[in-house]
Every structure is written in C-alpha cells, then in structure tokens.
C-alpha cells in the first residue's frame, strides 16, 4: 500500500508539472522581435567579467565586434586577476583601428571585501563604460549571433522590458553533455517557469548570466550591482532586483551559443555542485525534503515499472508507466531545441538521479567548507 501511495504520488506530481507549472516544459519562449526606429536606437555598453578565459575570450569579442547593431557601442573587458594570457587574447579580438577604438580591456583591481568575484569585476566594467542606455552584460565563453544586440535592444524597446535575458545554447557533443545538459536547461525551466518569470503580475523573477541587457537607469535605481555584490547566483539575483521596477523577458537562445565544453562528468558535476546547496539556501531541513521530491519525480516511476514487472504487479507497472510517459513527453521540447533524438527523454531519469546526487555533494562540499570555489576563489560561506 505504501509503494503504491507513493507511485500514486509520483504520477499526480507529474500532471500537476504538465499542466499547472506554467507550462514551462513548452520550451517555446524565443526572441520574436519587433521592428524599432532605426533613427532612435539606444546607446549601448558590453561589459565583459573575464578570469583566466585565454582559450574562449577571442571568440567572443570577435562576435561582438561583428554585430549588426547600427549605432556604436563600446566593449569593456574586465581582466579578472588572470593569470593566463586573457587580457592579451581580448586585445588581439580587435584587428582594425575602428575595432580597438572601441574596445577597451580594463585591469581588474583585487577582490573586494564581501564581494563575489564576478560582481566585483561587473562592477568595474560598468564605471569603466561610457554612459549608455543600456548595459549588456555577458560572460567571456559565448559565440554571440551578429543580430544577437538588434534583437535585444528591439525587445526592450519594442515591449517596454527593463531587462531582456536569453539562456544562450550549451554544448551538447560528448555523452555526458547529451544525458546532462539539456536535462540542466530542463530543470532550470521547472524552477524558473519562463513564462510566469515574463509575466509581469508574478512575482517570479530569473535570468541567465551568460546574456542580460539590463536598462541602465532601472539598475541605478534599483541600487546598481552593488545591491548584489555578494550574490554567486547573481542572474537571478539581479532579476529580482529588477523586477518590482518593470517588466523582464527571460528567454531560450538558438543561435547564440557557449563556447565552454563539458566533455568529462567531473567538470559537469563541479559546475552543478557549486551552487545546487546554495539554491537550498543552505538549509539542511530543506536537503532531505529536495531528496525525497527528487526521488519521487525521477526515481520512482522507472522503479515502480520493474517493481511491478517482476511481482506481475499491473498496477505499479501501470502508474510507473504513465509517470514516465508524462516526463519523456515534457522532456521533448528541450531536446528538440538542441536536436537530439527524442530516446534521449528515457534517461531523464538518470539525469535525475546524478542531479539529486550532485545536490548531496553540494551540501557535503559546503559543510566540509570546499563549496563555492570556482577559478581559484571561495564563494558562498
């Protein structure tokens, strides 16, 4: 009676996923823009964090020096105490004299008391930058789409949003990438259902770091990067500053992509492990109770499906069966978006498990006081 309570459980939270969360499983939330005059388009400032990113940072300057936005904008990078050759790479992006006008590479000081490290260098890329009317903030390993800014800058002043984000496409090659990291887009859209976070009459607040055009003034207002100087999941932070000031649009990205490769499980599992804890907001009441839902989403039904096959059990096989189905079928979408084969949807719940697994070791990383270490730095005691 108990497994059979507990199947039930699995299977009612499933449908209430597939039709109450928002439809977040849609995936459909793109960058559809309208058209803006031309003759007032806003003024512009890329600022770029960039800490020991020698290998990528080339490529991203290189496709923000290429886009197709009509007015001049200036490009800051913010050399984060690198120890490599970033800051020469990031020079070396701009070939013409055009393009080195209008990049500049800032040397970052060192790390502020109580600041994260990605704040701290945000924040001087934005009192390095000319005034503008908005900032783009984004991270030093994305292959940015030329009409990538056009199309921000067209859904900010299109629709009025104070903050336009896109969860820019991840890399999806080696096996562990194809089980993990759509299933990590996944999630973050269970947790963050995109279309109650663009609703403007929910409370609801995300964004994805690797691409936010944030309006300037609403961010002054909002108390600037200072107000989330000691935030490590500063996106979302940052979106919920925003927010009670104006409307925000988060969003799923095609064409531009992170350059950043996961091709062992130890690096997918340090990026995770780093701040699953911290989501929990470091509660060890809420750990055993994220577990067991875990459990009960991801676990269960393939378990109750061979449970029930070996005991002939038709009833746990057919609830494990109909939980399962109702997972693979919200799991489509996302894998569509990255052009994988729909089999990958029954391994969902594999991807569940090591996720659930990570979150332990996030918990077990902080307690040991090794969590939140990212680049050399400690974040999140």
């Known amino acids: 009676m108990a497994f059979t309570a507990i199947a ?5 939270a499933w449908l209430y996923l597939f039709l109450l969360r928002g439809a977040f499983w849609h995936a459909d939330e793109r960058l559809n823009v309208k058209q803006v005059n031309a003759m007032s388009l806003p003024t512009v400032a890329v600022v770029i964090p960039a ?59 060192p ?21 503008s009317d908005y900032l783009l903030l984004t991270d030093a390993d994305i292959d940015h789409d030329p009409a990538l800014l056009s199309n921000l800058v067209a859904k900010a002043e299109g629709e009025g949003m104070r903050l336009v984000s896109l969860m820019v496409k991840l890399q999806c090659r080696s096996f562990w990438e194809r089980l993990l990291i759509p299933a990590f887009v996944y999630y973050f859209q269970k947790l963050y259902p995109f279309p109650w976070v663009n609703d403007s009459s ?30 490590v999941i500063d996106d979302c932070a940052l979106a919920a500053l925003i927010k009670p000031l104006g409307p925000i649009w988060l969003g799923l990205a095609e064409r531009t992509e992170s350059s950043r490769a996961y091709a062992a499980l130890g690096e997918i599992w340090r990026m995770v492990a780093r701040t699953a804890y911290l989501q929990l907001r470091h509660n060890p009441l809420v750990l055993p109770a994220a577990v ?20 002939g059990s038709l009833v746990w096989m057919g609830l494990g069966f109909a939980a399962w189905t109702v997972m693979a ?53």
């Open 202 to 231: 929910r409370k609801e607040a995300a964004a994805a770091g690797g691409c936010m055009l944030v309006h300037r003034r609403t961010l002054e207002e909002a108390g600037g990067i200072d107000a989330i100087h000691d935030k």
């Open 51 to 109: 800490r020991n990113e020698e290998e990528t940072i080339t490529g991203t300057v290189r496709g923000l020096l290429r886009q197709d936005y009509p007015v001049p904008f200036s490009i800051i990078v913010v050399d984060d105490n690198s120890n490599d050759g970033t800051a020469d790479a990031a020079r070396g992006a701009a070939l013409t004299d055009a393009e080195k006008t209008r990049l500049s590479v800032v040397s970052g000081a």
């Open 292 to 311: 067991v839902g875990m459990s009960v989403l991801y676990v269960v039904p393939p378990l109750a499906m061979v449970v029930g096959l070996v005991s």
């Open 8 to 12: 039930v459980l699995s299977l009612a």
């Open 111 to 131: 790390l502020a008391d109580g600041w994260a490290g990605k704040m701290w260098a945000v924040k001087q890329g934005i009192d390095a930058a000319p005034e």
């Open 329 to 381: 079928w919200t799991y489509l979408p996302t894998l569509e978006l990255y052009r994988l084969s729909p089999i990958w949807a029954l391994a969902l719940p594999l991807a569940g498990l090591m996720f659930t697994l990570m979150t332990i070791d996030s918990a077990r990383r902080h307690y040991m006081r090794t969590d939140g270490q990212w680049k050399g730095r400690r974040y999140g005691v």
